[in-house]
């Protein structure tokens, strides 16, 4: 029988209900992991250990007694702390929602324990959910499982490094702006956000649950590009979505590939480019025909990602956290949330003055007020995605290969300063594409060399990640037109294998 650790989630499940393996002792062995990674990277902030004991217990005598058995039967796995689930706090990282108690458990975590799953605990997030790092007053700070000195990213930071430390086959998480792919990234696995009408994102803020041009969905991060598409496909029932198209009904060699190295705004670090040059030499072995992209502006998507997220001065994130100072992280964004207009016009020429360049760039996002704003923003937003769309049309792609960041990781304690790291993910949450991850490579020691920074903040931040990043891992990003998961996850199993012939 192989190890636990190389089996993937749906391997899990056959051999549990085969019985060559039992629940309670898979159970175990993860609660094992569990307590042997925790006290150094502290992904697992509240646990469901007896709860899971007692539920693998219950698979295990269905099996025995020839019972129904459901998809993930037997199976452990973790969610995101915002998911509501058994009488456990739903903070968001938020002190006044410590005594938070859900009025029922999330729709997607009880359809996955419906089909047989066991939750075995919650993972750490970032204050507020908004930014690439997860740490909070409630619950401290969650380290990379490869390199405690960085970011295991954000906002389902806990989810990455969880999984990343193989001390979870699966874990549940959600994203609006990269938050199940960066971590994914930065710790060593592969994920998917699904199309933003698909699985939204059930997770409350305040009374509410996050509604706009702009939306929150659920996704899920993984080891194997069969355990995103089987959470993926019982997640989206529970939605009531469109079917996913069958990934067993894809031929590589039927897809044509654009890819892109870098968005012209924040450039990738040499590893970065290395992992998409040789994801496209892949892609073009399997069969697939990849070609370069011209994708339409990034700089457009960019801004029209800020101007929705932060209307209103951001109230929809600031109201939740009441009197709680934000994060160091979080203190600029909120600064520029606050400020008049005067302020922000008198800092962009400061900014520009002091080669803070990236800083002057988004100083011009912030200060949009009121419900004709956002309709005006919502139609730019489709007028790009209409745009978009044709580019792809008229260059005959199917899927679109890129970088996730200009970064391996971030440095703990340095997302106010790189933001999303550039323009790659925020543009899949603005156009409503799905889009995955797919590890493909690890950080060379001569790649670790630091890039050219001058006196902006931002630069300077990343190339002080850059000279310590060798070992991190190497990761691309995979999107396709809306309800076309199935292309990406395709794709992601392609990469996947590459990688497993390789080691």
Partial sequence: MESIDRLSATGIVAAIKSGELTSRGVTEHFIARIEAVNPKINAVVIDFFERARAAAD???????????????????????????????????????????????????????????????????????????????????????????????????????????????????????????????????????????????????YGKTILEGPINSVAGVIANHADDLELFLWIMNE???????????ELDAKSLRVGYFESDGIVEPSPAIRRGVLESVKTLKKSGADVVEFNAPSFELAEEIFYRILTVNKGKVFTDVLGDEPP???LRSLFTLLRSGSGT???????????????????????????????IEWARRQEEYRHEYLKAMDDQGVDAILGPVCALPAFLHRSTDKVGLGGTYTLLYNVLGFPSGVARVST?????????????????????????????????????????????????????????????
Avoid at 183 to 204: E, N, Q, Y
């Fill in 58 to 204: 219950a698979a295990d005598r269905a099996v025995a007694n020839g019972g129904p058995l459901g998809r993930l039967h037997g199976l452990p796995f973790t969610i995101k702390e915002c998911f509501d689930f058994e009488d456990s706090p739903s903070t968001l990282g938020v002190l006044a929602r410590k005594n938070d108690r859900p009025p029922a458990n999330d729709r997607y975590v009880a359809a996955l324990e419906a089909e047989g799953g066991i939750v075995l605990g919650k993972t750490n997030v970032p204050q507020l959910l908004i930014f690439i790092e997860s740490e909070n007053r409630v619950y401290g700070r969650t380290n990379n499982p490869i390199n405690p000195e960085f970011s295991c990213g954000g906002s389902s930071g806990g989810e990455g490094a969880v999984v990343g430390a193989g001390a979870s086959p699966v874990g549940v998480g959600s994203d609006i702006g990269g938050s199940v792919r960066f971590p994914a990234a930065f710790c060593g696995v592969c994920s998917i956000k699904p199309t933003m009408w698909r699985t939204p994102d059930l997770t409350r």
């Fill in 238 to 248: 529970a939605a009531g979505a469109k079917p996913i198209p069958p990934v067993t």
């Fill in 344 to 374: 922000r016009s008198a800092a962009r020429i400061i900014a520009n003055g002091f080669g803070q360049r990236s800083l002057h760039r988004l100083l011009g996002y912030f200060g949009g007020e009121g419900e004709a704003f956002l």
């Fill in 327 to 329: 994060m160091p992280q």
């Fill in 443 to 503: 950080v060379r020691n001569d790649e670790a060399i630091g890039r050219n920074a001058g006196a902006d903040l931002a630069a300077r931040a990343m190339a002080k990640a850059e000279k310590r990043s060798a070992g991190l891992p190497v990761a691309v990003q995979i999107a396709a037109r809306p309800w076309r998961e199935d292309i990406v996850l395709k794709l992601i199993g392609e990469l996947h294998r590459a990688v497993s012939r390789e080691s």
